[in-house]
């Protein structure tokens, strides 16, 4: 079974987001796939292991997005390829899903996985747009995945409960957090992707117009949290009258 996995590069979750004259300064900053792209890349892995085939990594973005292509290889992906686009943010969420499309025409992939949302811009959109560019299912928020000869189960998170799905293939589906925990590369795997080939291809090559239908007005940092109150009182019972009262006519909540 042949599966393609699309890898998002976005900050890493520890890192302190600055905001300067209204830009994101990426100064300092470290770069990783996706926490839930990571998962789905474990899954495909997974699955590889299981029944045989090949695991394919794509990603789209400037040369950093290599960086998380080894990754993919050093955990186990077979292939990968990098949609290079210098200016990744002069695309939106329909040219990534045309892109990725161009980019792997003709290819048999009887799974496609991705995580269920970036980290960075949270719109979790492209799996479902090139689920309609490659006419088939699309499966979102999957916690459990069973394959089968001529189908897939998946046992996804839903409001108030979850929700079990059958696909036939091909089908394209997102990771939720709990599917399963992403193993840590080896050094054996770290030190053999550095030899492998990448496979580039650009917006020109794919006939894909570099532009985004969104424009980005600018970014500001949350406002500031308001310091914390300490409510005063002579005892315990003076501090829960006092906490009562304010609770009442400050803040109007009781």
Partial sequence: MDILVLIKQGPDTEAKINVSNGKISEAGIKWIISPYDEIALEEAIRMKEATGGTVTAVSVGSDNVVQ???TAYAMGADNAIHIKNDDYEMLDAY??????????????YKVILAGRQGNDSDNGQVPA??????????????????????????????EGGDATYESSYPVII???AGLNEPR???LKGIMASKKKAIETKTLADLGVEAGS??????????PPRPPGRVIEGDDAVGKAK????????????V
């Fill in 184 to 186: 840590y590369p080896s």
């Fill in 213 to 222: 239908r969104i424009e980005v007005m600018g970014y500001e940092p949350p």
């Fill in 242 to 253: 006092e906490l009562i009262r304010s609770l009442h006519e400050e803040i109007k909540v």
């Fill in 129 to 158: 747009i090139l689920s309609v560019l490659k006419d088939c299912a699309c499966v979102s928020f999957a916690k459990k995945i069973e394959r089968q000869d001529d189908k897939v189960v998946i046992e996804c998170e839903a």
């Fill in 68 to 70: 998380s292509l080894r």
């Fill in 95 to 108: 040219a990534i899903a045309e892109s990725i499309h161009k980019a792997t025409e003709g290819q048999e």
């Fill in 174 to 176: 997102t990771a939720n």
